[in-house]
């Protein structure tokens, strides 16, 4: 199978993470839907990243849909519960915050990209307010706990991490670490893992 993404995109790292923990034989491309030769509005008609090619062709989006797909490939680990229905919301429900939290900061780091007269200060407030109440949450329930979900690593952990990576990358200025230490411990454990360091990396 074939992943489409950059090193930029978080949900392309949620992905990548996923992969990587679970050791499933796979080609990473660089492909970035706007440059000219990219293959992505191809497979997937949104024209975004992720995208993962089967061998039979098969493309599989978005991020969520890939990293449900690929959790079924072996049990090594699992990353979303099977039977536990509570517990598969809990770690969906992870994986939405995360996800949230990097649309919230697409679209701060987009609307800071613009022309300084056209940016709107509504929007970006708007967006990092919902950041900032996200990253509380997660601390919250975080705690001082190892995991996001139950005893073991989830995709809620590897959603998370990709969404701090993501911050830290394009809105440093969040400061995020000055507020919640625990949750500064836990990412950098979570980023000595070798599959985020692999993902850091490229
Ligand atoms: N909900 C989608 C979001 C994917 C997404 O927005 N990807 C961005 C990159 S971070 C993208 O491909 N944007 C189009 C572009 O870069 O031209 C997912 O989880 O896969």
């Known amino acids: 199978m074939k ?7 978080p949900y392309v790292r949620k992905v990548r993470l996923v992969l990587l923990e679970k050791n499933i034989p796979h080609t990473y491309l660089i492909d970035a ?20 090619i089967l061998d039979d062709e098969t493309c599989i989006f978005d991020s969520t ?11 090594t680990p699992k990353l979303i519960p099977r039977h536990d229905v509570l517990a598969r919301m809990r770690v969906k429900r992870w994986e939405a915050l995360a996800d949230g939290m990097m649309d919230s ?3 701060v780091r987009n609307e800071r990209m613009r022309a300084a007269e056209k940016q709107e200060a509504d ?21 001082k706990r190892e995991w996001c979900e139950g005893t073991a690593i989830t995709l809620a952990d590897l959603a998370l991490a990709s969404a ?5 990358l394009r809105l440093p200025e969040l400061g995020w670490r000055a507020l919640h230490g ?8 979570m980023k000595e893992r070798p599959g985020m360091r692999t993902s850091l990396e490229a």
């Open 33 to 52: 839907p706007g440059d000219p030769g990219s293959q992505v509005a191809r497979v997937n008609p949104l024209g975004r990243i992720p995208a993962l």
């Open 3 to 9: 992943l489409l993404g950059t090193n930029t995109s």
């Open 105 to 107: 900061a697409v679209v």
């Open 182 to 189: 625990d949750l500064n411990n836990w990412f950098a454990r």
């Open 123 to 143: 929007i970006i407030a708007q967006h990092s307010t919902a950041i900032s109440r996200a990253l509380a949450h997660a601390a919250a329930q975080l705690g």
């Open 65 to 75: 849909v890939i990293a449900e797909y690929v959790d079924t490939l072996n049990d």
């Open 164 to 168: 701090l990576v993501y911050l830290d």
